[in-house]
């Protein structure tokens, strides 16, 4: 199979979706790869290194997208990509269509098959592809969190973990899962005041082990959050249904009650937002002020540290990169659910259910595509 790689162009987005180790891996089964010059520039991979195990590199993202059978991405597809593609070619990325119409209809449009990252899903719930990234979104977040309560950022100058005689700052995480459990870490091991809530008493539980019990934790419902939120000097989003719409459990009365200059992070912003008030930005202009509070709500968090999100995103990748290479998605997907529950579109039609809801579309069984 041919195999393509061309360079990333979200804003400020320098992962890549492959490493040369990965080139080596596909080369080592008989496979054809071809990567745009530059590619992975932004990650401190040269062309020289991916040249050296066996890769093609091409000039331009034309010929990469023409001559792949298959395209690893990092991010979803942007224009003019949509016009490269052609019935048929599989794009293996992060997706997050529950959170665009727009990008969904492109890509029906289009008649490709698109298998997302972030629904790939094991019988435990767990999404091992959204991982990687959501460990470093997590930890990533205390320190976007902590320079926006700074005065240069808008925010109300508080030091997160305070010093002698100043009490410490409150920190709210809303959502466990491994984005808020990251979060929580790194936001204990700061000296901050941390409070999180979930909706699962066990995951609490396992939240407040790992960290000694130096947090406090909360059950989700909306007098929790309420009060929790309005306390907080830094409030952070990391709630997560998989393929679907983020529920959107702040809003703009919570945030009103909160001090001026506090600071909320959306890192669930890819998926909608899970406040009111969120909208995506870039990491070039990553903050804006809404109801007196400093939002920051960069869709691609990992995107700041590219050299450890690219190595540690195409260590989980690369074992379903290679199965559907080697044996054709359909194959692949029939033989591994956790797969199956990736592909959320094949020839025009929706197949993930949960996607299919958030935009009031009929879904299709993967076996009826």
């Not at 050296?52 to 395209?71: I, S």
């Not at 990008?103 to 029906?108: G, I, K, Q, W, Y």
């Not at 204990?188 to 609490?204: E, Q, S």
């Not at 592909?343 to 929706?350: E, I, L, M, R």
């Amino acid at each position: 199979m041919r195999i393509g790689i061309p360079a990333e162009i979200k804003a400020d987005e320098h992962r890549v979706a492959i490493t040369p180790s990965g080139v080596a891996a596909f080369m080592a089964r008989g496979h054809e790869v071809v990567i745009e010059a530059g590619a992975g520039v932004g990650s401190a991979i040269p062309d020289q290194a991916y040249q050296a195990a066996g890769a093609g590199v091409v000039d331009g993202p034309d010929a990469v997208w023409e001559r792949a059978d298959l395209v690893l991405k990092v991010k979803e597809p942007l224009d003019p990509e949509f016009d490269r593609m052609r019935p048929g070619q599989v794009v293996f990325t992060y997706l997050h269509l529950a959170a665009s119409r727009e990008l969904t209809t492109r890509l029906l449009d289009r008649r490709i098959v698109g298998i997302g990252y972030e629904t790939v899903q094991l019988a435990d719930g767990t999404l091992p592809l959204l991982v990687p990234m959501s460990e470093v979104a997590g930890r990533l977040s205390i320190q976007a969190g902590a320079t926006s309560l700074e005065m240069r950022s808008g925010g109300k100058g508080i030091l997160l973990p305070g010093v002698s005689g100043v009490r410490r700052g409150r920190v709210t995480i809303i959502g466990a899962g491994v984005v808020g459990l990251n979060a929580c870490v790194v936001g204990v091991g700061f000296g901050a005041d941390v409070t999180i809530v979930d909706i699962n008493p066990l995951r609490l539980a396992y939240v407040r082990d790992v960290v000694q019990g130096h947090v406090t934790t909360l059950m989700s419902n909306a007098a929790n959050i309420e009060g929790a939120v309005a306390s907080a000097d830094l409030v952070l989003c990391s709630v997560l249904i998989p393929g679907a719409r983020t529920p959107r459990l702040v809003t703009r009365a919570h945030l009103a009650q909160m001090e001026p200059g506090s600071a909320l992070v959306d890192v669930a912003v890819d998926q909608g937002g899970c406040a009111e008030t969120s909208r995506p930005t870039t990491h070039h202009d990553p903050r804006y002020v809404e109801e007196g509070v400093v939002h920051y709500c960069v869709s691609n968090m990992p995107g700041a540290v590219p050299h450890t999100s690219t190595y540690a995103l195409t260590n989980a990748t690369m074992a379903y990169a290679l199965e559907i290479a080697d044996r054709g998605w359909r194959v692949a997907a029939a033989r591994d659910p956790a797969l199956a529950k990736g592909v959320n579109v094949v020839d025009g039609q929706v197949t993930h259910e949960a996607v299919a809801a958030a935009h009031g579309l009929q879904s299709v069984p993967l076996t009826e595509t």
